[in-house]
């Protein structure tokens, strides 16, 4: 159970991590990257065609012609302006939120991220 | 990093980082953490407590090894557990296992408040490969 008082410094650091530049550009990245209608066909594109795929891996049908174009789509939407200004902000977001790791992990004497994703104690 | 400023260490950081010190200077605060602190005093100070758990934590990484190359063998099996049941009847450990489950505990719900706050997992996001207390 989290005391109160740690639940309102928890508050504040989210409210700093939710201000900083890093997060407002990931978010407003992610908004663009999930909206564009562009890269929208491309992902339901992309989704239908490996659907297919994986029907056809049993009989081995699959033509040289659908490996083409599942490459293709695989580019078009990683080389995506869109795309490529996501996986940037997401980048330094994360470097963001590492940097907070460290801090936090610092303090305590092990790491935060680590220990609070275990499953089982060690 | 947006909005950095100095710290009294010298080094850049940003009001985020400061925030996370002060997370953290809270959970040492919290009596999870002054108990797990305490039980590992303890243990500092219990050197057959310290030995068992070493003996237990050796087996477990050959239990590991072992079944990394296609599975452990029965007789290893069957010690790590008579080891584990020791561990279990050893009041320095048992303490030190049950004050590390609740640190873990909280350490967890930490992470889900802010997590869910934040709309991404932040222990996901920021978790290096392996590690634990």
Known sequence: MIDMKTKLIAEEFVRYLRSSDEMKRFQAAKVLFENDPELRTLKEEFTLLAKEFQQKQHSQSITQGEIDRMRSLQRGISMHPRAVQFAKAQEAFMHTLRDCNTALSEELGFDFAATAMAAASC | ?133
């Open chain 2, 1 to 133: 990093m947006a909005q950095s400023i100095e710290t009294a260490r010298g080094t850049t950081t940003s009001p985020a980082i400061e925030a996370s010190r002060r997370l953290a200077r809270s959970i040492t605060a919290s009596p999870p953490f002054q108990r797990f602190q305490q039980a590992h005093r303890q243990l500092e100070q219990d050197p057959p407590a310290k030995e068992l758990l070493s003996e237990f934590q050796q087996a477990q990484q050959i239990i590991q090894m072992m079944s990394s190359w296609g599975g452990a063998a029965t007789e290893e099996s069957q010690q790590l557990e008579r080891l584990r049941q020791q561990l279990l009847a050893n009041v320095t450990l048992k303490e030190l296992l049950q004050a590390q489950d609740d640190l873990v505990e909280m350490l967890q719900e930490v992470n889900v408040f802010v997590s869910e706050k934040l709309g991404v997992d932040f222990a996901t996001l920021t978790k290096p490969a392996g590690g634990c207390c």
